[in-house]
């Protein structure tokens, strides 16, 4: 079940006045740390948590510099991990230099084995 909560917004742009909109907003997640990921996964494999463990923190420490190296990381039916620059515009192609990108993200994109797994997602409203 995934808790959601009910958040008001202003919405200022449209007139003069202050409306607001309600959204749902997802809450109350509960952080699942690594180990006990690994002991999850031990737990249907014949791997033991010490060995998931490792991979998955060699699968993190190797991911940056996967990256950096101009690589797309896909771990088949997980999804794709690419690097993604937030940029300056400019107004001809030569002045769309390096010096224009302002921050790099890790963007994931999930496979679509992944997002199926999510379409039956119950939903319940907390307070």
Known sequence: MINYKVT????????????YKYYPRICNRQKLKLRELSKDISRQCSLTETDVYGVLRTLITNLPTLLLQN??????????FSLHAKVEGSATAKE???SKIKELKIAFRPHKYLKEGLLNAKFKKVK
């Open 71 to 80: 690589k797309s990381i896909e771990l088949d039916e997980f999804g794709i």
């Open 96 to 98: 769309a230099k390096a």
């Open 8 to 19: 008001a917004l202003a919405d200022n742009l449209s007139t003069g006045e202050t409306q």
